[in-house]
């Protein structure tokens, strides 16, 4: 979900790989030992967890999380929580790195002190506060000032077990004096509306002078302050709880009599005492954070017509893409956002075509083809994530839980055996499992995705023209990107591809590699295959099979999956799982009688239906065909005073677990039914109850909606892709090695004028055409040099349109006053 600034749309996502805690405190008992988890978080929401791994002080989770950010947020915290015998949570502590902090840990192991976790440090929201200044002169003839605080509202107040019940308390402090108010508790809300007035009567011991009736004492306004206090009330015995406070100087008022702003909610100082660093133990985390800004489609296509042009520039390495993929570090980065890209405009063939064909030709020996960290292999493995990741979960998925959940013993190295064990029996539950995938494998063939046949149909051809004399050169070409760069890593680490919702236990991990290991063997047709494993026991495992009989079915998996004249995917009607887990549910109200209560139920969506049932498994309890669901929209949180309500087709609620869940329903649901030609235009905003709709406040129940329906044109529901985004990405590459790109430029017009020995310095770069390679780079220099003059521009617009203590940047954003000192330092630099 992209936050709508002027001419311009900003998203943010955060990549995550939780690696390890260690040193964590041991368990008040005689085990000592802990069964600890550690969740994601944007402030106080949960958005991920970990598996728990039970009996350790040093927990080792391994687990990557990746989710688009729908919401503002100032901290990205992790928790790490433990689970005693009583299955009861207790938080050891946290890690809570602030907004404008992350650029500094980008992409980098880092280990991270958990600190305490108490009232005075969970603290999020904001304040929407007025202060106002008055004279009055009293019978006596003296002057006082009274000052009218104006609390309007507050905005993402944390909700505290499961609810929030508001309530503000405000100060006028001073040296001398404290006079407190308190404001009406706003019952099952995070976002309260106020909007009450207290008066407070200020005076002091001087004059009255009527020629500066404002104007202070310099002692008397620095020590007089308001404070408001955020607090959840509570019917618990320990009384309410914390939320945050800010504190505003009266100095604020020396220019004016009115004060209005918004400010974030700030800890308290109340002197607790700090414990030394390491007490609590300590994280390792991995931290991408992105913020894309990006600008309407035509701003974008002098670049992305030049990109979309790389498959028929000649030679394919002078293209504007393959000149991305020289100058980035490492291919990947250059591969992530060109792939998306080609694909969104159906150039992804054509243009790995290209790119593969130049590589088989400088390749000089057939068993060495495709084994590179090339553009060309970075690019099919991200094409074969996006395309075929649909296709891997039908193949792979069934057989994976059903090993996860068996959990038969299938080690076969005599060393590593535990007392007990058959090394036979072992032998033969590894067998079964082969068999089992291998099988799954060769015989999905007709279900794999058109864009990877084409591809593999591209490289076979590009492979056997190349080496005519090895006629197995056409199987090996393809059998090493879906044999060894798809299936095996996904068996062999299936959270990776969401085929398991964590990473798995030991036992189980060991059995996928040795499973792996056995797939990728009997997938690379290589000429010895039992020398090809370092290990003697793999070896003698492999002895089992019958390798002429595995031989030939890989062989017709890779003739069907590399045919030209492979029959069109979209005649199998077989469902195509798009998104399943736990959400809450509102009674649909059926029956005559009866509460309308809200109920937890597994969702499943498919390409053909939406169903819900009680448990995973279940039979559904309801079933709509995706022709039925006509629009969906997120509810106002004043309609059930619950966050993260959905409302597809007809009334039906339901409420995601965060925001993150939320958007994710939100975006594939509204991709299904933009499908729909009967789509709906117009729905309301909020609940209908008591007889009305809270929104229009219209009495019939059928009454047509009061608001439009979000969303645009018609999108593919599997392949999410933002072509304008992913040309921002591109740009913002190019941009990042700028100076890799001038060096190029410097290679180009040396080798133009010289024919003898290369410099050192210009080696690293393929350029087989100088001339059309400096011609695309100056385009490239150029696009990107426009690019960089817009993204300036509207830097500087907003820093003039911006003001400090509005709703969008409150008094207290750390980020936006960094964002100011670096506007200021520009604006004195170019003048």
Known sequence: MAVEEEGLRVFQSVKIKIGEAKNLPTYPGPNKMRDCYCTVNLDREEVFRTKIVEKSLCP?????????????????????FDRDVFRRDSIIGKVAIQKEDLPKYHNRDTWFQLQHVDADSEVQGKVHLELRLSEVITDTGVVCHKLAARILECQGLPIVNGQCDPYATVTLAGPYRSEAKKTKVKKKTNNPQFDEVFYFEVTRPCSYNRKSHFDFEEEDVDKLEIRVDLWNASNLKFGDEFLGELRVPLNVLRQSSSYEAWYFLQPRDNGSKSLKPGDLGSLRLNVVYTEDHVFSSDYYSPLRDLLLRSADVEPVSASAAHVLGEVCREKQEAAIPLVRLFLHYGRVVPFISAIANAEVRRTQDPNTIFRGNSLTSKCIDETMKLAGMHYLHMTLKPAIEEICQSHKSCEIDPVKLKDGESLENNMENLRQYVDRIFNVITKSGVSCPTVMCDIFFSLREAA???????LDVRYTAVSSFIFLRFFAPAILSPNLFQLTPHHT???????LTLISKTIQTLGSLSKSKSASFKESYMAAFYEFFNEQKYADAVKNFLDLISSSG????????????????????????????GMKNFKKRWFCLTNHEFTYQKSKGDQPLCSIPIENILAVEKLEEESFKMKNVIQPERALYIQANNCVEAKAWIDILTKVSQCNQKRLTVYHPSAYLNGHWLCCRASSDTAPGCSPCTGGLPANIQLDIDGDRETERIYSLFNSYMSKLEKMQEACGSRSVYDGPEQEEYSTFIIDDPQETYKTLKQVITGVGALEQEHAQYRRDKFKKTKYGSQEHPIGDKSFQSYIRQQSETSTHSI
């Open 60 to 80: 080792f989770y391994g687990e990557d999380f990746y989710c688009e950010i729908p919401r503002s947020f100032r901290h990205l915290s992790f928790y790490i």
């Open 464 to 470: 056997a023209k190349r080496f005519q004399d090895d």
């Open 505 to 511: 236990d030991p036992q189980t991990s060991r059995t």
């Open 566 to 593: 492979r029959r069109d995917p979209k005649s199998i009607e077989q469902p195509i799982l798009l998104k399943e887990g736990f959400m809450i549910k509102r009674a649909q109200g059926r029956k005559r009688f």
